[in-house]
């Protein structure tokens, strides 16, 4: 029989150096669970991920006891990451920051479709495009 759930939390940290300062403590600090256990698991599970940002689900169990699914990146973090960017363009229409291909959106839009709602890898595409404009990145046609 499965056990009953008493939460479940949705946050985003950092692949292999998470720690229990905010804002993983004020959100999982009254949970009831062993915070210092779900990092090191946490850190240990992403190491190979190392300074990239990780969703992570985070099922909490009536017992304290956990579970937790890790998803890729956010798609604007994998741009970041293909173009080598710092950051996005603060004014996005006006100053563009870099030239994403067609391939790279394929490649990041394919990486990505688990978490996506998208039905087809060019709906997927199309995701990546928008968070790419929006960020500044101009996109190949």
């Keep these: 029989m499965a056990k009953p759930i008493k939460q479940i939390v949705k946050i985003q940290l950092a692949a292999g150096k998470a720690t229990p300062a905010p804002p993983v403590g004020p959100v999982l600090g009254g949970t009831g669970i062993n ?3 779900f ?4 850190n240990e599970q992403t190491k190979d991920q190392m300074g990239t940002i990780i969703p992570v689900v985070l099922t909490i169990f009536e017992d304290r006891s956990f579970s937790f699914v890790t998803k890729q990146p956010p ?3 994998l741009i ?3 173009l080598k960017l710092d950051k996005g363009s603060a004014a996005p229409r006006k100053t563009k920051v870099g030239k994403l291909s067609k391939d790279q959106a394929k490649k ?3 990486l990505k479709m688990a978490d996506l709602s998208a039905v087809s890898v060019e709906a997927a595409i199309k995701t990546v495009a928008g968070t790419a404009r929006s960020m500044g990145i101009e996109i190949e046609k």
């Design 35 to 37: 915070m210092m256990d």
């Design 39 to 42: 990092l090191n698991k946490f």
């Design 75 to 77: 798609v604007a973090e």
């Design 80 to 82: 970041k990451a293909e």
């Design 108 to 110: 990041i839009a394919e």
